[in-house]
Structure formats: structure tokens, C-alpha cells
């Protein structure tokens, strides 16, 4: 508490609350004489990739603040170690100004529309890919390690061939930097309106993908037509953009599901330097994303139908 307080000139700490909500992150509530903040220790790697992805989170994250997109304020460390990174203790630290508030309970969804637009409007930097593990990869992970788990994720390979083959082609998309994971976790509910939360995955992206991406998830995962045209059309009429009516137009949110299907199952094989309870954790949460990417697969077309300027 005392560390972090002085590695980003808090002023003298009162008192350090856990905060419930993420799977990847530790959060704190700090108290100083200062004020209040969200403290957030990242579950980093010490791999070059890791810095090198956080440098670009870092720098569309201070872009949309200076834009006045909304959001709680960063606070820069007295000595980073990165763009608003202090390393405390072997660990790695970000900051914000505490801001008090809630989950959403209100429709957002022409909020989501509207924010996502003017995110958009910043300057794109960088590349978007579409790089998925192939099923020959996952097929190497699995005969290492026979067992129950890893025969759970092989019934999934057929969906996950599937939805490799819907993201190849990127022709006609539109290249943003962004917030690049929009969803009601990261949205708070203030009395000045809602912030948009979490930015340490920004980056490059396609804003087709993002925009369709957002639209399911503040639909109840796609249950909620009404809801989901809503996103579409507030961003529509900031940007003069709709995604097509197609179920390449969703390939975004299989690439989330399959990324971090990935991941996971790389933790709970043991290919990733974590602790026993966060493998242990791994597995479950593996297969969890997957059934997601199954039952996204199943709605594609029926989304698809949704774009349709005549629906």
C-alpha cells in the first residue's frame, strides 16, 4: 500500500480495500490523503511481446484521454518504468482516479454506439492480424498431455476450424486504434454518466470487428435484437459505417474466444509460468470460452441478418 502510494505521489496511504470484478487482474481500492484510486496489478509476462503490446495500450489509452473520451483519469507514476507503469515489488502497476459508481443497470447501448464512434475517430496506428493457432497446433498441445481435459478440447477442434476460416480476409475493413474490449464488465455507471474502463488491451483493430463484437455482448450475447441494432445504429450515425451482412463481420469476437481459449489452455498445460491455482483455474475457463465459440458459430447467420440495412 505504502509502495504504490509513493511510487505514483499519492500522498500518504489511509487504507487498501480488494476489489471483486476481473479474472486477469488484482485490484485495490487506495485511500490517501490525496484521494482515492483504483489500483490495478497486472498479471504480466516478462516476454518482449507483453511490453511491447502495453506500450501501444498505453498510447491510445493517453490519446483518448487527451480526446476527453470518458474515462477515469490516469496517473503517471513518479519514476515509470512504462508509459504510466511503475514497477513496485516485482510487480507491475497502473493507477486511476477512483471513480464511484456502479455496473450499468440502464440501457447504455446507444452510449456504447456513440463512444465506440468517436474511439474511432483517433488516429489508427499499427496493424490489426487475424494469426489464430491452426488446428495442427492445437492438435500438438493435446497429444502431449492425453487426458479428460485435453479430450473436452479436442470435440471442440471442428469449431475451431470453423471459425479460423471466417477471419482471413480483412478486404474492405476499416483499421482503428481502440479500446478493443468493450463489454459491461468495463463500463461504470457514474453520476456524471458512464466511463468506459480497463484500457491495458488497447490497440489496433478493425472497426467492423470491435463495432459487432460490442453489439453482442451488450445484447445479452446476442439474445436482444432491439439492443443490438441500437450499438450499430448510434455508431452508424457518428461514422456513416455499418459492418456488412455477413458472418465474416463477426470474425472479431471468434478471434477473442479463440485467443483466449488459447491462452488458457496453454496455462492449464503448464506452458506458461503461472501459479497452481491460477492453472488450476485455467482449465475450466478454457472450455468455457470454447462452448462460447460454439454457440457464436451457431448464431452467425441469424447476426448476419440483423446488419441488413432493411431489418
Given at each position: ?110 452510449w456504447v454506439g456513440r463512444t465506440m464512434g468517436a474511439l474511432h475517430d483517433l ?76 484500457w491495458d488491451g488497447a490497440g489496433p483493430e478493425w472497426a467492423e470487428w470491435e ?39 463477426f470474425a472479431g469476437l471468434l478471434k477473442v474466444y479463440l485467443g483466449g481459449a ?50
Amino acid at each position: 500500500m505504502d509502495a504504490v502510494a509513493a511510487a505514483f505521489g499519492l500522498g500518504g496511504a489511509t487504507s487498501w480495500e480488494p476489489v471483486s470484478g476481473g479474472r486477469a487482474h488484482l485490484v485495490w481500492r487506495l485511500r490517501t490523503e490525496r484521494g482515492e484510486w483504483a489500483v490495478k496489478r497486472l498479471n504480466r509476462s516478462r516476454e518482449d511481446w507483453w511490453l511491447r503490446d502495453y506500450l501501444v495500450a498505453a498510447e491510445v489509452q493517453l490519446a483518448a484521454w487527451e480526446r476527453g473520451l470518458p474515462m477515469p483519469r490516469p496517473v503517471h507514476p513518479l519514476e515509470p518504468a512504462a508509459p504510466l507503469l511503475a514497477d513496485v515489488d516485482g510487480h507491475s502497476y497502473l493507477v486511476h482516479e477512483w471513480c464511484e459508481g456502479r455496473p450499468p443497470t440502464g440501457d447504455v447501448t446507444e452510449w456504447v454506439g456513440r463512444t465506440m464512434g468517436a474511439l474511432h475517430d483517433l488516429p489508427a496506428g499499427g496493424t490489426a492480424t487475424w494469426d489464430p493457432h491452426p488446428v495442427a497446433e492445437w492438435l500438438t498441445w493435446l497429444d502431449e498431455a492425453p487426458g479428460p481435459f485435453t479430450d473436452e478440447v479436442r470435440a471442440y477442434l471442428p469449431d475451431i476450424a470453423e471459425a479460423i476460416g471466417l477471419g482471413g480476409d480483412a478486404t474492405g475493413l476499416t483499421p482503428v486504434s481502440s479500446h478493443r474490449d468493450f463489454k459491461p464488465d468495463n463500463v461504470l455507471e457514474t453520476a456524471g454518466g458512464p466511463l468506459l474502463l480497463d484500457w491495458d488491451g488497447a490497440g489496433p483493430e478493425w472497426a467492423e470487428w470491435e463495432l459487432t463484437r460490442a453489439a453482442v455482448r451488450f445484447s445479452g450475447r446476442g439474445e436482444d435484437r432491439a439492443a443490438f441494432q441500437r450499438v450499430i445504429s448510434a455508431y452508424e450515425a457518428v461514422t456513416g459505417r455499418r459492418p456488412p451482412a455477413s458472418p465474416t463481420s463477426f470474425a472479431g469476437l471468434l478471434k477473442v474466444y479463440l485467443g483466449g481459449a488459447a491462452w488458457m489452455v496453454w496455462r492449464a498445460l503448464g506452458h506458461r509460468p503461472v501459479t497452481a491455482a491460477e492453472r488450476a483455474a485455467a482449465g475450466p475457463h478454457a472450455l468455457e470460452l470454447l462452448a462460447d465459440l460454439r454457440a457464436a458459430l451457431g448464431r452467425l447467420d441469424e447476426w448476419a441478418g440483423w446488419l441488413a440495412r432493411s431489418t
